[in-house]
C-alpha cells in the first residue's frame, strides 16, 4: 500500500501515534512471552508502560507543545502587518450534516477563522483566502472553506472579500491550491493564519510551495494551548487523556517536520 496520498499518510500517523505504538508494543511482548523470551519480553512490556505514561502526563504534553508554539511568537491583531490577505487553513470547523446536524461543529482550532476575521476588520488585509476541502470518506459534504465562510459572514466578512479553495486535503495541498488565488489577486505579502503548534510546519511546507513566487509569508499564529499555561507542579505527572491527545498532535507535528527534512536531503 502506498502512503502517499491523504488516507494512507492518515493511516501511517495512526500507526505512528503513542496510544498506538504502546499497544503493538504490548501484544509484541506478549508473543515475546509466550515465546519463551521472558526478559525481552518483560523489557518490552515497561518499555512500552512507561513511554504511554510519559506521553500522557501534563509535563510531557506541555514540554512538547511549548517547544513548537514559541518558534512564531503570537501577535495580537493590531500589532499584526498589514498585508494583501489573510490565508487560513482548514483542520478547524465541520461542515453541517443534514438533517441530523444541521449546525457547523466548531473544533478546538476554530481561533483560526475568528483570528482571520478580526484582521480583516481590523483593515491589516484586504482578503481572506480560505483553503479546506474534505478528508476521504467525507466527499459528499460541503467543503470546509464553505463552512468558514459560512462563520465568517456571521461577524461580517462580505462575501465580496473571501476567496474559497475547497480541494486541499491537508498542508501540502493547502500551500498548493492556494498559490493559485494568490497570486490571482496579486498579492505580495500574505499573512498564514494557523494554530500556533501546526505552525512551524505549515511556514515549512508554504516556504517551500511558495519559492520563487515573489510572495512574502509572514506568520500570523493564533490557537496558543501551552505558551504561558505551565502545568502544575503537583499533577504534572499524572496521566490523563487529554495530555495523551495533546502530546500525540505535538508529535504529529515534529514527524511532519522530520519528513520534510528527509525528503530534502534525499534531493
Known amino acids: 500500500m502506498s502512503f502517499a496520498g491523504p488516507g494512507g499518510t492518515r493511516l501511517l500517523l495512526a500507526l505512528l501515534s503513542p496510544l498506538t505504538l504502546a499497544l503493538l508494543a504490548g501484544l509484541l511482548a506478549l508473543l515475546l512471552l509466550w515465546r519463551g523470551w521472558r526478559r525481552v519480553g518483560v523489557a518490552l512490556a515497561v518499555l512500552s508502560l512507561v513511554g504511554l505514561w510519559l506521553v500522557s502526563t501534563p509535563w510531557a504534553a506541555w514540554r512538547l507543545a511549548d517547544s513548537l508554539e514559541r518558534r512564531y511568537p503570537l501577535m495580537t491583531v493590531q500589532g499584526t502587518p498589514q498585508a494583501d490577505a489573510a490565508l487560513v487553513l482548514g483542520g478547524a470547523l465541520a461542515a453541517a450534516q443534514l438533517p441530523l446536524r444541521p449546525h457547523i461543529n466548531l473544533g478546538s482550532a476554530a481561533d483560526r477563522v475568528w483570528h482571520a476575521g478580526a484582521l480583516y476588520r481590523a483593515g491589516k488585509v484586504r482578503w481572506l483566502l480560505l483553503s479546506g476541502g474534505n478528508q476521504p470518506g467525507y466527499e ?60 512551524p510546519r505549515a ?14 509569508l509572514v506568520a500570523a499564529a493564533t490557537d496558543a494551548e501551552a505558551l504561558g499555561d505551565k502545568p502544575d507542579s503537583l499533577w504534572q505527572w499524572w496521566p490523563d487523556a487529554g495530555s495523551l491527545a495533546w502530546s ?8 511532519g517536520l522530520l519528513h520534510m527534512w528527509i525528503m530534502r536531503e534525499l534531493r
Open 248 to 255: 500525540s498532535r505535538a508529535l504529529k507535528e515534529y514527524l
Open 203 to 216: 511556514m515549512a511546507t508554504f516556504e517551500a510551495a511558495y519559492r520563487g513566487s515573489g510572495i512574502e
Open 140 to 199: 459528499h459534504l460541503p467543503a470546509e472553506s464553505e463552512a468558514m465562510r459560512e462563520l465568517l459572514r456571521v461577524i461580517q466578512v462580505p462575501d465580496s472579500a473571501m476567496r474559497l479553495e475547497g480541494l486541499s486535503r491537508n498542508t501540502r495541498e493547502n500551500a498548493r491550491y492556494s498559490l493559485a488565488m494568490a497570486r490571482a489577486l496579486g498579492a505580495r505579502k500574505l499573512l498564514l493564519v494557523t494554530s500556533a503548534l501546526h505552525m
